[in-house]
């Protein structure tokens, strides 16, 4: 039997061929891996540098829009490329285009919140403003898109730009009992109360405490100083003082201007002021009994034309006090004897150096309390709204057509006489209102106080503006109503007041393309 023997010296060539090729796959791909993921690294940071430029144009966007906060119409200067009568010459939508900022550029635009179109899709239909399609802003609410590039970095951020400030949220304060807390959080309540945000995305109850509120106007009376304890040559009548920096050595009561339209003129000439729109008004011989009591009007230069049985003219200092004529302005304590007003029919009530009271009773218009001047909750309470009380804050009156002074204000606790707060509460104001208590019990409008509110078991749907605030009872529920808000600020309270535009939310999208937004906000493709 013979043997065969092969030679295999051929074979070995060829493994250390396949050996060969097998190692130059692997390095051949060890090195594309390499460029690519050094490639996916160069993209990503163009990706992220132009996602933080897109950023970076939302806060300039925010920037180059804060003066809104004190526009009459919000934002309709950015968002109408057109004139709107009362709003001011038009600026438009396009705030910049490829602002240079390495290593890329940035644009961005504003719109309203509600432009919604084939080529627009800026808000949820559910919460667009009223009124949609149009450019006018009316909630003071806007959108700003902005888009940037970096290399072949694309991204594009959209956020809603909002005019926010105090009167827009359910209850806000300088300081709560338990700081820095919220409204109703644990300490400041007894019960559950139920509390409505004017914003879901809020923390729950409201707003963080603000480092400043808002300051009401302080005056001296357009018809008789004397009232209020003053001369014409140390107070000049009609004269009016923003806060916090009033002036010293006067004794000033709570007035304001006619800014808004909000009104209480008559008999030809116009009047401005909380404290002089209570002094033209007569008191009815149900709250001022057994006759009623006459208002005082001004005669010069030209003479008021209801000077008469019910008014009467103040030709020199002291007239209306001597001649019993101050309306309704009361210089002592007041517990509401009768319903007051009537739907279109809003009445201001100036207490001054005195408390209020109402229970079991219906009141229409707007309440001005400067207390007694003495002792904070611990001292009494300045007003009480309890047992049954409602109160509606009127908006226009059918008489005369105007807007009744202080809308949407449904009570103003400030006393002229003490120093003004500030935002260390230990400096806050003695004042205290006690409202609530039983079922029934109604505010229908906004609260306003340089001290402190106690809020017991009560219905509140406007909202609460203090240095401090409590909330209390299981069976209270405080909502925030838009439509105060959007009022706001109230007469006597200086447009802008407390006002700041923020970013509420905010999105970010990377889009590989996309149209120039130059003339509005696109979709992202």
């Not at 065969?4 to 190692?23: F, H, K, P």
């Not at 959080?185 to 509390?195: D, I, L, Q, S």
């Amino acid at each position: 039997m013979g043997t065969t023997m092969r030679n295999e010296q051929g074979s070995v060539l060829i493994i250390a061929v396949i050996a060969m090729l097998i190692m130059g796959v692997l390095s051949v791909s060890f090195a594309l891996l390499s460029n690519i993921e050094t490639t996916i690294g160069f993209n990503y940071k163009l990706q992220a540098q132009a996602e933080a430029l897109a950023e970076a144009g939302l806060e300039r966007a925010r920037d180059a829009l804060r003066s809104a906060a004190s526009e009459p119409c919000g934002f309709t200067r950015w968002t109408s490329s057109a004139a709107v009568a009362g709003c001011g010459a038009p600026i438009g939508p396009s705030l910049f285009t490829n602002q240079p900022l390495s290593p890329g550029q940035y644009s961005a635009v504003v719109d309203n919140d509600c432009w919604i179109d084939a080529a627009h899709a800026l808000v949820p239909t559910a919460i667009q403003q009223t009124g949609c399609p149009t450019t006018t802003d009316t909630n003071e609410i806007a959108v700003i898109t902005a888009w940037a590039t970096a290399g072949t970095g694309r991204a594009r951020a959209r956020g809603i730009l909002v005019i926010d400030n105090p009167w827009k949220h359910v209850c806000s304060s300088s300081s709560q009992d338990n700081p820095p807390g919220y409204c109703n959080e644990a300490a400041n309540r007894n019960g559950n109360p139920t509390v409505i945000p004017a914003d879901p995305n809020e923390y729950p109850g409201g707003p963080a405490a603000y480092n400043e509120l808002p300051y009401p106007q302080l005056g001296c009376s357009g018809i008789d100083v004397t009232l209020h304890g003053e001369t014409a040559a140390n107070c000049p009548p009609g004269a009016n003082y923003n806060g916090p920096g009033y002036p010293v050595g006067k004794r000033l009561v709570v007035q304001g201007d006619r800014s808004g339209g909000k009104q209480c003129d008559g008999g030809g000439l116009q009047y401005n002021g909380y404290f002089d729109c209570a002094l033209t008004t007569p008191c009815p011989a149900s709250i001022c009994s057994p006759l009623g009591r006459r208002a005082c009007v001004k005669a010069l230069p030209v003479p008021d034309s209801r000077i008469g049985a019910n008014y009467v003219a103040a030709v020199a200092p002291g007239v209306c006090a001597a001649a019993g004529a101050t309306g309704m302005v009361f210089t002592s304590n007041l517990d509401l004897p009768a319903n007051l007003g009537a739907p279109g029919d809003g009445r201001n009530i100036y207490m001054m150096n005195s408390e209020f009271t109402i229970q079991n009773r219906d009141l229409r218009g707007t309440v001005v309390v400067e207390g007694n001047g003495s002792g904070g909750c611990a001292g009494g309470r300045d007003l009480w709204h309890k047992n049954g009380a409602r109160i509606w804050t009127e908006q226009t009156n059918t008489t005369n057509g105007q807007q009744v002074y202080g809308y949407p204000l449904a009570y103003l606790i400030y006393d002229p006489e003490l120093p003004a707060p500030t935002a260390n509460p230990l400096a806050q104001q003695d004042t205290c209102a006690d409202m609530g208590s039983a079922a029934g019990t109604e505010i229908h409008g906004l609260i306003y106080s340089g001290g402190n509110v106690e809020l017991n078991p009560i219905v509140v749907d406007g909202g609460v503006i203090a240095f401090q605030i409590q909330t209390q009872g299981s069976s209270s529920t405080y909502g925030y109503n838009s439509t105060y808000g959007n009022a706001a600020p109230p007469a006597g309270f200086p447009t802008g007041s407390g006002n700041q535009v923020v970013i509420s939310r905010k999105s970010f999208i990377v889009c590989t393309t996309y149209a120039n937004d130059s003339a509005g906000g696109t979709l992202c493709r």
